[in-house]
């Protein structure tokens, strides 16, 4: 398995341009979610999706949208980029099932998309 | 509001050092925490995860301890090595019903040989 997978690793973008970071998962996973990470700070999530067809907003969600067409992948999209939205963007995906007490409800991440806009 | 601390904010240690790192939340009524390690430049691995029904958790020379009447986790590393050198974030899920998870700013440990 490779597990949840970003790209592209690396973007700048001018203000007002728009990108989309693509993520998949090859874990059959119907949790998927969207962070970002700020200089010094945790993560704070921007979007989230229970499955194929469903997502919902996290708490920082402004400026972006998403969709899930499929389980496996969970594209975020920035529509006019601004500089406030300079950051690290995560990737995580994780599956509700019965198992031991490590795996239940266990995210995984991907290794990121480090994002400048100027 | 769910607010997640983690003391310090970096810590330095010479290898062989047996060490805590602390993390506190404001609301006690949390469904589990999850310990992760993050690699400069690389995204989070999972260490830990203990319910909310658990006091405890180990992994090797990990061990993570749950309170959650006084809204604290801490996670041991015994022998520490140059190689546990990393980010270590703290995050809670609140509830059943949601799986999201509200993070900490994280402990950034160095080891030195």
């Known amino acids: 398995n490779a597990g949840v997978t970003q790209t592209p690793k690396f973007r700048i973008l001018k203000i007002g341009q728009s990108m989309t970071l693509q993520c998949t998962q090859d874990?059959?996973?119907?949790?998927m979610y969207w962070y970002r990470q700020d200089p010094g700070m945790g993560l704070k999530l921007i979007y989230y999706?229970?499955?194929?067809?469903?997502?919902d907003k996290g708490e920082v969600p402004n400026g972006y949208n998403v969709s899930r067409s499929t389980t496996e992948d969970f594209p975020l999209r920035l529509e006019l980029a601004a500089p406030s939205q300079t950051s690290v963007y995560f990737c995580?995906?994780?599956?509700?099932?019965?198992?031991?007490?490590?795996?239940?409800?266990?995210?995984?991440f991907g290794p990121g998309t480090r994002l400048t806009v100027l | 509001k769910q607010e997640v601390t983690q003391i310090p904010a970096a810590l330095s240690v010479p290898e062989g050092e047996n060490l805590v790192l602390n993390c506190s939340f404001t609301d006690s009524a949390i469904y589990n925490l999850q310990w992760f390690r993050q690699d400069p430049g690389k995204g989070l691995t999972s260490l830990l995860l203990i319910q909310s029904s658990q006091r405890e958790q180990t992994s090797g020379r990990l061990n993570a301890s749950l309170d959650k009447s006084s809204g604290r986790s801490t996670l041991y590393i015994a022998a520490s090595q140059p190689g546990d050198s990393a980010t270590y974030l703290c995050?809670?899920?609140?509830?059943?019903?949601?799986?999201?998870?509200?993070f900490g700013t994280g402990t950034r440990l160095q080891v030195f040989p």
């Open positions: 995050a809670v899920r609140l509830s059943y019903n949601t799986d999201k998870l509200i």
């Open positions: 999706s229970v499955g194929a067809g469903i997502t």
């Open positions: 874990m059959n996973h119907n949790y």
């Open positions: 995580a995906s994780s599956y509700p099932g019965t198992g031991g007490a490590k795996s239940y409800n266990e995210q995984f």
